[in-house]
């Protein structure tokens, strides 16, 4: 009787661990990094790689990089009951100064099976109207004039133009806006969302996040630098085709644990 009672409080006990484990592993959270990485068609960029004419871009245009620093925001986590887990906040990716090309949020997230992250490139227009001591420190705010706030993306180079001379071109990405001046509007939203699709978290996980430059001048408007090449901020138009083109830039790359 005595055995029989031992062997009952084993079981009880392996239950009640076993139980424990599940519960631990239902309640498990674990943090995620996100990597930004940039290419042109596959081959890799840097900032070793800027100040040299070595790019051609969709409309036959050969050009240079000297600058490319851009905005992220709202990273989300949306699982299948459709419960999302938002990081508030933005994210200055500088690829110029390699600053900012880790991005490793101090909040933990639920492990498991998410049908979905994104984020939002540039602000909402929520968040573009408050002020962000940050981003006003490294001068990425946009001028009254054009609507205030911050910018989305500052890509600055040369290119060889149809006289096949070298010339500037400024490719600035900001809330598209008409009547610049004291009374500012704003035709559309330009600020978009980015779908990586599907991931499994089950540990603190590294996400690269790939930016193919070269998409930014091909699809679906193929970009011709000898017509826009410069004061973009105030064309909305080219602002919404802006838009249009960043919807292909960007997507999951490897994810490591």
């Known amino acids: 009787m005595k055995n029989s009672y031992t062997v009952l409080m084993l079981i009880l006990l392996v239950f009640s661990s076993c139980g424990d484990d599940l519960d631990d592993n239902l309640k498990a959270s ?10 042109w068609n596959e081959w890799p960029v840097s900032s070793a790689d800027f100040n040299t004419i070595k790019y051609t ?22 699982r299948e009951n459709g419960e999302q887990i938002v990081i508030d906040g933005h994210h200055l990716i500088d690829v110029t100064a390699d600053s900012g090309l880790l991005y490793a949020p ?12 994104s984020f939002v490139f540039g602000l909402n227009n929520e968040a573009n109207m408050e002020n962000h001591i940050d981003l006003n420190s490294v001068s990425f705010n946009v ?6 706030g911050y910018h989305y993306m500052q890509m600055d180079g040369k290119f060889m133009n149809s006289v096949d001379e070298e010339m500037g071109y400024n490719y600035h990405a900001i809330r598209a806006v008409d009547n610049s ?7 559309q939203d330009t600020f978009f969302t980015v779908d990586l699709g599907a991931v499994n978290i089950l540990n603190a996980t590294t996400f690269e996040i790939k930016m193919n430059i070269a998409e930014w001048f091909k699809n679906p408007n193929t970009w011709n630098l000898n ?23 960007f997507s999951l790359g490897t994810v490591t644990p």
């Open 143 to 148: 001028p009254d004039m054009l609507g205030g």
């Open 181 to 187: 001046g004291p009374n500012p509007t704003f035709p």
């Open 57 to 78: 871009n969709e409309n036959g245009e050969e050009l240079s990089i000297e600058r490319l620093r851009y905005l992220i925001s709202e990273v989300t986590f949306t």
């Open 106 to 117: 101090e909040v933990e997230i639920p492990t498991g099976l998410y049908t979905n992250v």
């Open 30 to 39: 674990t943090t995620a990094r996100f990597n930004f990485t940039h290419n």
């Open 227 to 249: 017509v826009l090449n410069s004061v973009l901020m105030p064309n909305s138009e080219a602002q919404i085709q802006i838009s249009e083109n960043g919807q292909s830039v």
